[in-house]
């Protein structure tokens, strides 16, 4: 059921940004755009989300493509804190939390 | 103010018995949702209960699987008669509304029958 499609893993060095891409070529109008991570051993925590103008907060910004069929979660500068899995779903408007997970992209910061 | 707990972090179970994962939601929040993850898989969705009702349980396996959400206490997933293929990590979150933008999990309860 995820609508989604990430890249299984990155890599990144510390304290150097990091772009997580995002593909949802099936979203419709009234989805928005979430993203949990996950550290290891731990639940999913949530970063940020959107519906079409980029949004930015204490831990990342995400930039949403124009057409709204990708997007980006940007870490400015990544610490090893930041390795987990992060997590790229859509939730319709008018929905409860239902989160169609996918597999994500595992982050890894090398010191 | 305490996030989502659940409790046990760890439960063993043999083959045929029945696992009682607990889940008190964040305070003041009445809408949970319980979520399990396979080794190496994102999490799945099972059931979304608001207070004494179930609204969702799409996500649940037909048989051995129940859960409930008091008007008092947590929120409890039973799963009966447990088979190995039961042993994952399974996590409840909770919202204080149903339309909010951010749900709060659990550190989950990781199942293990052996």
């Known amino acids: 059921d995820a609508k989604t499609t990430q890249p299984n893993s990155m890599e990144s060095n510390e304290e150097e940004p990091v772009h997580l891409p995002c593909n949802h070529s099936?979203?419709?109008?009234?989805?928005?755009i979430h993203w949990y991570r996950q550290l290891p051993s731990q639940g999913p925590e949530y970063v940020i989300h959107g519906l079409t103008s980029n949004v930015n907060n204490r831990m990342a910004s995400l930039a949403i493509a124009e057409d709204r069929k990708s997007s980006t979660l940007i870490l400015h500068r990544a610490t090893l804190r930041d390795a987990a899995v992060y997590y790229c779903i859509l939730r319709p408007l008018e929905a409860f939390n239902k989160f169609y997970f996918g597999s994500g992209t595992k982050l890894n910061v090398k010191p | 103010n305490a996030g989502v707990m659940q409790n046990p972090r760890h439960l063993v179970r043999r083959r045929g018995q029945e696992a009682r994962l607990r889940c008190s939601p964040m305070k003041g929040h009445s809408h949970v949702y319980w979520y399990r993850q396979l080794p190496e898989e994102g999490l799945k969705f099972m059931v979304y209960l608001q207070k004494e009702n179930i609204i969702d349980e799409s996500g649940m396996p037909k048989e051995r699987f129940s859960a409930e959400f008091p008007k008092e206490g947590p929120s409890i997933l039973r799963i009966q008669q447990v088979v190995r293929g039961d042993s994952a990590a399974y996590f409840c979150a909770s919202s204080l509304l149903v339309g909010d933008t951010e749900a709060f999990f659990g550190q989950g309860t990781r199942l293990t029958v052996v």
């Open positions: 099936t979203i419709s109008g009234t989805d928005y």
